[in-house]
């Protein structure tokens, strides 16, 4: 089966203390970027990679991704005004032959090789998969500063990426989307609003995002630990 992972690297990030888009962030030593495509080149059962970003950061992600292209090819797409913009440009760079396809946050390093495989396992299965993890606290609802309920957390599931899908659904649902002038969180939600069942695959609460400085200093602590 041919496996293609699209990256989506585009966010600067309005919580995060820089001017830098958060990809380009330095974690020990490298961009965050880097770190975050090393998973998906090392995997043996994804054929090549899709990484999108805005375009004036082209040739600066094609710099900083050389080394990793010379084993695993990898190609950059200009990004969208959205998330969900981009994926769908990503989709368009992918050949007819692709059989699944793994989308992933590029700010989102520590996912594992195992959950990777673990995801596509079940995409083969299931055609739609995301990786996630039971929620164990207590969650509130707020308004205005105030509780107004106590949320029964029993099947309630935080979610990540890579989120990994039957190429040609997840086409077909985006080009919808785009054709119905619908905007989505993730893309678990476009594919449940066109009627594909989404399934869960329990994973590490780890594989966490970029997006406070503190996310960044854990992100540097699992990076260490993993080395």
Same mark, same amino acid.
């Given at each position: 089966?041919?496996?293609?992972?699209?990256?989506?690297?585009?966010?600067?990030?309005?919580?995060?203390?820089?001017?830098?888009?958060?990809? %380009?962030?330095?974690?020990?030593?490298?961009?965050?970027?880097?770190?975050?495509?090393?998973?998906?080149?090392?995997?043996?059962?994804?054929?090549?990679?899709?990484?999108?970003?805005?375009?004036?950061?082209?040739?600066?992600?094609?710099?900083?991704?050389?080394?990793?292209?010379?084993?695993?090819?990898?190609?950059?797409?200009?990004?969208?005004?959205?998330?969900?913009?981009?994926?769908?440009?990503?989709?368009?760079?992918?050949?007819?032959?692709?059989?699944?396809?793994?989308?992933?946050?590029?700010?989102?390093?520590?996912?594992?090789?195992?959950?990777?495989?673990?995801?596509?396992?079940?995409?083969?299965?299931?055609?739609?998969?995301?990786?996630?993890?039971?929620?164990?606290?207590?969650?509130?609802?707020?308004?205005?500063?105030?509780?107004?309920?106590?949320?029964?957390?029993?099947?309630?599931?935080?979610?990540?990426?890579?989120?990994?899908?039957?190429?040609?659904?997840?086409?077909?649902?985006?080009?919808?989307?785009?054709?119905?002038?619908?905007?989505?969180?993730?893309?678990?939600?476009? %594919?449940?609003?066109?009627?594909?069942?989404? %399934?869960?695959?329990?994973?590490?609460?780890?594989?966490?995002?970029?997006?406070?400085?503190?996310?960044?200093? %854990?992100?540097?602590?699992?990076?260490?630990?993993?080395?």
């Amino acid at each position: 089966m041919k496996n293609v992972a699209i990256i989506t690297a585009g966010g600067v990030g309005t919580r995060f203390s820089t001017n830098k888009k958060k990809q %380009f962030v330095e974690v020990n030593g490298r961009a965050l970027i880097c770190w975050t495509v090393d998973k998906f080149v090392a995997h043996p059962l994804v054929s090549n990679i899709i990484v999108t970003t805005p375009e004036d950061s082209i040739e600066q992600t094609r710099e900083l991704l050389l080394e990793q292209s010379r084993t695993k090819s990898i190609s950059i797409v200009t990004g969208g005004p959205t998330r969900q913009d981009s994926v769908l440009n990503g989709i368009h760079a992918l050949d007819d032959d692709t059989d699944l396809v793994l989308i992933h946050d590029g700010v989102r390093p520590i996912i594992s090789l195992e959950e990777i495989s673990l995801l596509i396992e079940l995409g083969r299965k299931y055609k739609g998969v995301i990786p996630a993890h039971k929620i164990k606290n207590t969650v509130k609802e707020v308004v205005n500063g105030k509780v107004v309920r106590t949320v029964d957390r029993e099947r309630l599931y935080e979610v990540y990426t890579p989120q990994v899908f039957d190429y040609k659904t997840i086409k077909e649902c985006h080009l919808k989307a785009k054709e119905d002038e619908v905007y989505f969180t993730d893309d678990a939600a476009l %594919f449940e609003n066109y009627g594909y069942d989404v %399934f869960v695959a329990e994973t590490s609460p780890y594989n966490i995002k970029l997006t406070e400085q503190v996310d960044l200093d %854990f992100i540097s602590l699992l990076i260490n630990s993993n080395q």
